[in-house]
């Protein structure tokens, strides 16, 4: 099974601030009222509807949100927002992409653009960089659902690719045609996800350097920090001693 590298793709990741918790809900809750959007408003028949609320869940939002999000999704006065990709590259050649939820492009495009141009990188073409990764999809358990072996037999009973552990989480990998049947299958040995969602999963890593991979994370937690911007996925490698510089 081949090696994500989970752990060291993660170190940009936010802490858990009241501020931090208000932009992740915001986040959340567009996603979830585009899904409703998208197909029917009641998660037992929208796929896409059910993996937002799960994962809406697994970071604790209150179900008056969940409810106010999909309500939106319903009514006639409600925000239309589009899906957009953008794609680029950071300092030392690390390609990036940006996936964002936007009712204007032109503010997130010229956003996004200056984000890169200020932090050492470049916003490229559409597919620019897109072709360097496979998307691919991501189920996620804490660790406390089982040992390390018992997820890996229930994940192969369930058709999944690929499994990594730590001391967190168990993180579960598919192909994206499958996730949503795979994540189905877990459910029933496991219990519900900590979420289930689609990534970008680089076949190739860039390296870099502490000096480059300090620009890299005010670049990424730049673009994460815009309202419009729901995931970031790079391909960079940094060594355990770089990372520890950045760390500290």
């Not at 309202?227 to 950045?246: G, H, I, P, R, T």
């Amino acid at each position: 099974m081949a090696g994500h590298s989970h752990a060291k793709n993660i170190m940009h990741r936010k802490g858990k601030s009241d501020a931090v918790r208000s932009k992740i809900f915001s986040k959340l809750a567009r996603e979830i009222t585009v899904a409703a959007k998208m197909g029917m408003p009641d998660p037992a028949f929208n796929s896409r509807l059910r993996l937002a609320v799960t994962n809406a869940r697994s970071q604790s939002m209150p179900k008056d949100n969940i409810d106010r999000a999909i309500k939106k999704a319903i009514g006639s006065d409600g925000e239309n927002y589009d899906e957009i990709r953008y794609e680029g590259y950071g300092p030392g050649g690390v390609a990036i992409i940006v996936e964002a939820l936007t009712d204007n492009r032109n503010r997130t495009a010229s956003n996004v653009r200056s984000y890169f141009s200020k932090n050492g990188g470049a916003m490229g073409e559409t597919n620019s960089v897109g072709f360097m990764f496979d998307k691919i999809g991501e189920i996620t358990y804490p660790a406390k659902v089982g040992s390390e072996d018992k997820v890996m037999e229930a994940a192969i009973e369930a058709g999944a690719d690929d499994v990594e552990s730590d001391e967190e989480n168990h993180y579960i990998y598919t192909s994206f045609e499958a996730m949503v049947e795979v994540a189905a299958a877990l459910e029933k040995v496991l219990g519900e996800a900590e979420s289930v969602k689609a990534i970008w999963e680089p076949q190739t890593k860039t390296p870099i350097d502490a000096e480059k991979g300090a620009t890299l994370m005010k670049l990424i937690a730049t673009l994460e920090e815009d309202d419009d911007v729901q995931n970031v996925y790079s391909n960079f490698e940094m060594s355990e001693e770089d990372m520890a510089k950045l760390e500290g």
